[in-house]
């Protein structure tokens, strides 16, 4: 009997959280945060009069455990894993131009300009990539 009281007591706080996997942006009172490690993001009524306010637990690009309390607005959406890079306006001639080390341009190599200005010479002309989504990337490496 007491196992059946602990677990419809378990199940019962469970059906009061709601449960997401990382990667997520969540707008919390009109901060923006990115819930990019961790195994879930959990959001919950706070008190007796749900829908008051929330708590919000997830774990940040850092690494670090982020537990926000008393949340008003709340929205949480999923947060692509993978965005597409720049492409800055002052590229190269791939065909006239050398890369930095004074070579030519190689068909299907990718070059880099910054973390997020990553292209592609493929046919004789560049193209962004597909690249890890820098919002959640550790802040030391942005």
Request: some cysteine; hydrophobic content about 35%; charged content about 25%.
């Amino acid at each position: 009997m007491k196992n059946i009281v602990s677990f419809v007591a378990i199940v019962g706080l469970a059906g009061c959280s709601d449960f997401s996997r990382p990667p997520k942006t969540i707008v919390a009172d009109g901060t923006i945060y990115y819930a990019c490690r961790g195994a879930y993001v959990r959001t919950f009524p706070d008190g007796v009069l749900q829908g008051d306010s929330y708590t919000v637990e997830f774990t940040d690009a850092n690494g670090d455990w982020v537990q926000l309390r008393g949340v008003k607005k709340l929205s949480v959406s999923d947060l692509q894993t993978t965005v597409w890079s720049h492409l800055p306006y002052d590229l190269p001639d791939p065909v006239t131009d050398k890369d930095s080390d004074g070579n030519s341009f190689i068909e299907g190599e990718v070059y880099t300009r910054s973390k997020t200005a990553k292209f592609l010479l493929k046919n004789g002309k560049w193209e962004r990539i597909k690249i890890p989504n820098p919002a959640c990337e550790k802040s030391e490496d942005r």
